[in-house]
């Protein structure tokens, strides 16, 4: 029987500064070799971590070390969150707005997740991928 080998990843917190950087540090890490560029919303982040391009391949167990998450966890928080959400209240943009005023809502009462809540819990659907704080 084959066994496959764990990829391990790293994610270089020190180059997020925001959720524009996050991005393109995911980009840097899992798209290497893929001449396409990877979506800019949480959906393409979760599709992403299916494997079967980049990085990642298919089911196959990976490790992903996430330097600097502690701080990550910060700027990545409610603030970065609040002015995500806010931007997709554009009235002419193709998001739910009551969805996303809900969202805001709960933001401020203390009850909603933040950006980097969301990425946990996608990194957290995909039990081949051990997440490693750092």
């Known amino acids: 029987m084959l066994s496959r080998m ?6 270089d917190g020190t180059r997020i500064h925001d959720i524009a950087s996050f991005y393109a540090e995911v980009e840097r890490v899992f798209m290497a070799g ?6 800019h919303s949480l959906d393409a982040l979760d599709d992403l971590l299916y494997g079967g391009f980049g990085a990642l391949d298919g089911d196959a167990p990976a490790t992903l070390e996430w330097l600097d998450f502690e701080r990550n966890r910060q700027v990545l928080g409610i603030e970065a969150t609040r002015a995500m959400l806010q931007a997709k209240l554009d009235p002419d943009g193709p998001y739910d707005r009551a ?3 809900r969202q ?3 933001l401020e009462a203390g009850t909603g997740q ?5 990425v946990l819990e996608i990194v957290a659907g ?3 991928i051990a997440l490693v704080p750092r």
Do not use: E, K, Q, S
Request: charged share 20%.
């Open 114 to 118: 933040t950006f980097f809540d969301i």
């Open 104 to 106: 805001l809502d709960a």
């Open 6 to 11: 764990t990829a391990t990843l790293v994610l």
């Open 126 to 128: 995909h039990p081949n």
């Open 99 to 101: 969805r996303i005023r």
């Open 34 to 39: 893929v001449d396409w560029p990877l979506g």
